[in-house]
């Protein structure tokens, strides 16, 4: 109950959702579906062979496969054993043929993780989004910019609010890249070189990506470098929507308090001291960021792989890459409903403008309002490359 109550606190239930037992087996299964279909279609295996695979596919009984899944050291081994057992003898030959565990924990895992890219994206469009209106509006209001956290020139909310809205995109379109590079079906059978099909390994695992939605490409049984990328580009992401957080708290300060996170029921508040209006909200994400990048380096530390299969580097991705896309969305999540409601308090702004040394203020402004049209040109062009 405790793991679970924490889960909740910094993340999602739609993530969760895409890497909890019932996620897992199901992208599993969709594998080996995809497998027989794939081994049908280049005569490898009969169509009767195939039907009935899909047939067990769909009939699966998983009670007691975690108990199984623990004793076995893999989830292919005991969800297969149970497919071939599924099947009429004839074709038990025909389940998981050409394929290794391997291949189905990491097919596994990059199906997982297009499920989840879809939630964060959306999730930081968003966010870029609500930036993007807060710089529109405050393009030209005087605020005070503070280097080494102390006052220094004239900037305009404006330009804050762009440059949060920069690091969000860049954050997305890395996440884009990384992902398309990650996204990539994994079948090569026990060394990687499918010698179990044959001349027709290649088309079957072609037609396994076609069915599955990912890109084909060669075995990376021991090759993990867009597995560590996406997971670099998650961690940045987080690490940017960190950023956003933490100057929010910084100007929410009661000392400052030129913004606020929006007002809701029941949100914000202080077991002991019920007057406060706590940024929890930035609260989320500054945790996020603070366990992204431990995750990060595990797997950069899983990458020298042993030979053509590993012990232990591959094994790890998976819950680490569950972890990072959980406090992911979780931070994103909670910075888009504080981004959309921020209060924007201009006359504490206007107070603290008053108090700062007169300098040229009308070139500061003019110069940060350059930047804020800069900034937003090359917003409206993300915007314009989105997918439909």
Do not use: Y
Request: with cysteine.
């Amino acid at each position: 109950m405790t793991a679970a109550i924490t889960a909740r606190m910094a993340s999602t239930p739609e993530m969760l959702a895409c890497f909890d037992d019932e996620a897992l087996v199901g992208v599993a299964l969709a594998f080996e579906r995809a497998l027989g279909a794939a081994l049908t279609k280049q005569k490898v295996i009969s169509a009767a062979a195939a039907a009935a695979i899909a047939q067990a596919c769909d009939g699966f009984d998983a009670a007691g496969l975690g108990d199984a899944v623990a004793h076995a050291g893999t989830l292919a081994i005991p969800l297969v054993a149970r497919l071939r057992a599924a099947v009429p003898p004839e074709h038990a030959a025909a389940v998981h043929l050409g394929a290794t565990s391997q291949d189905v924990a990491d097919t596994a895992l990059v199906l997982q993780s297009g499920q989840a890219m879809r939630l964060v994206v959306r999730e930081l469009e968003a966010i870029g989004d609500a930036l993007a209106g807060l710089a529109r509006r405050h393009a030209a209001t005087p605020a005070i910019g503070r280097t080494l956290l102390q006052p220094a020139e004239l900037v305009t909310f404006g330009m804050r609010a762009a440059s949060w809205m920069l690091g969000i995109d860049a954050a997305r379109a890395r996440l884009g890249h990384e992902g398309h590079a990650a996204l990539q079906v994994q079948l090569g059978g026990a060394v990687g070189s499918l010698a179990a099909l044959g001349a027709a390994g290649p088309r079957v695992r072609a037609g396994v990506a076609e069915r599955l939605g990912l890109r084909d490409a060669p075995a990376w049984h021991s090759r993990r470098d867009a597995i560590a990328g996406l997971g670099a580009a998650l961690g940045i992401a987080i690490g940017a929507t960190g950023k956003l957080a933490r100057d929010i708290s910084l100007l929410m300060q009661r000392e400052i308090a030129e913004v606020a996170e929006p007002a809701i029921a029941g949100r914000g508040g202080s077991s002991a001291m019920p007057h406060k209006r706590n940024p929890t909200g930035c609260q989320v994400a500054l945790s996020a960021a603070i366990r992204a990048p431990g995750l990060v380096a595990t797997l950069l530390a899983g990458m020298p792989q042993e030979l053509e299969r590993g012990l232990g580097g591959w094994q790890a991705e998976g819950p680490v890459i569950g972890e990072l896309f959980a406090l992911a969305h979780g931070a994103m999540h909670a910075m888009r409903v504080v981004t959309e409601g921020l209060e924007v308090d201009v006359d504490a702004i206007g107070a603290h403008v008053a108090a700062a040394p007169d300098r040229d203020r009308d070139a500061a402004v003019a110069a940060a309002v350059r930047f804020v049209h800069e900034a937003l040109v090359t917003h409206d062009a993300a915007v314009a490359r989105r997918d439909p």
